[in-house]
T-cell receptor, first 119, second 109 residues
Framework: EAGVTQFPSHSVIEKGQTVTLRCDPI?????LYWYRRVMGKEIKFLLH????????ESGMPNNRFLAERTGGTYSTLKVQPAELEDSGVYFC?????????????????FGPGTRLTVT | DAKTTQPTSMDCAEGRAANLPCNHS???????VYWYRQIHSQGPQYIIH???NNETNEMASLIITEDRKSSTLILPHATLRDTAVYYC??????????FGGGTRVLVKP
């Protein structure tokens, strides 16, 4: 089966511009996560979708970031306007649906990431 | 999710077993122990996870102590391609992954 894919692999934009990152999860995975690693820091959670609904967006840094997952398939993460501190690698991950009182814990599969450079 | 403590780095000889420790003394009953690794600039790669029983798959073995306050990831025969940063993470089902600094493992010939 195909893994998680992300587009583009690299993006270089100027401060103040807009960039949209795309993530295609593994087919059938209801959970979709966005993470990022900024220079020298640890990988940080941004948000979590269950199908098309935002389950947890506690990691979104500010309102310049907008994530969508219309139809519960692929997701986009828009940064508008981009700032220098937004530079880093943005990862997407997906996992199977969990649920119920005795929910199994499913592993998250990560994409290769999008390297964003804001100049 | 519970916090974990891992050594910053460790070296391992190629062909030997690599034992990576992790402390998670505040783990809750519904939290799983996960191990991921990140090779250079690739996306994190899932290795293994467990709740309370020891687990083994084609990549590694996971040994969880009876009180669940610590665990050890074992790479049975380390190769140069196992050089990576290894992350021990505890999380409840369906929750986000909280990455710490991990253990930087260098496999030497």
């Amino acid at each position: 089966e195909a893994g998680v894919t992300q587009f583009p692999s690299h993006s270089v934009i100027e401060k103040g511009q807009t960039v949209t990152l795309r993530c295609d999860p593994i087919s059938g995975h209801d959970n979709l996560y966005w993470y990022r690693r900024v220079m020298g820091k640890e990988i940080k959670f941004l948000l979590h979708f269950v199908k098309e609904s935002k389950q947890d967006e506690s990691g979104m840094p500010n309102n310049r970031f907008l994530a969508e997952r219309t139809g519960g398939t692929y997701s986009t993460l828009k940064v508008q306007p981009a700032e220098l501190e937004d530079s880093g690698v943005y990862f997407c991950a997906s996992s199977k649906r969990t649920g119920g009182n005795r929910a199994r814990s499913y592993e998250q599969y990560f994409g290769p990431g999008t390297r964003l450079t804001v100049t | 999710d519970a916090k974990t403590t891992q050594p910053t780095s460790m070296d391992c000889a190629e062909g030997r077993a690599a034992n990576l420790p992790c402390n998670h003394s505040t783990i809750s009953g519904n939290e799983y122990v996960y191990w991921y690794r990140q090779i250079h600039s690739q996306g994190p790669q899932y290795i293994i996870h467990g709740l309370k029983n020891n687990e083994t798959n084609e990549m590694a073995s996971l040994i969880i102590t009876e009180d669940r306050k610590s665990s050890t990831l074992i790479l049975p025969h380390a190769t140069l391609r196992d050089t990576a940063v290894y992350y021990c993470i505890v999380r409840a089902a369906g929750n986000k992954l909280t990455f710490g600094g991990g253990t930087r493992v260098l496999v030497k010939p």
